[in-house]
Structure formats: C-alpha cells, structure tokens
C-alpha cells in the first residue's frame, strides 16, 4: 500500500522487480503486443 502511494518502507528492498513483469513490466527487453 506504502508503495502505491509512493512512499519507500524498509521492506522494498524485498519486492519483485515489477519493470520486468511479463504482462504489467516497462523493461525494454520486454516484447510489446
């Protein structure tokens, strides 16, 4: 919830790297559709 709002907790450091996500991820490797 923290994140959403953009705040930064002590707990970010152990969320997925969502740029990378294959339906939701901005990464530039990833294919667009």
């Not at 705040?7 to 970010?12: F, G, R």
């Not at 152990?14 to 740029?19: E, G, L, N």
């Amino acid at each position: 919830m923290a994140v959403a709002i953009g705040k930064k907790p002590i707990s970010m450091k152990y969320m997925p790297d969502m740029s990378k996500h294959f339906h939701h991820g901005t990464d530039k490797i990833l294919k667009k559709s």
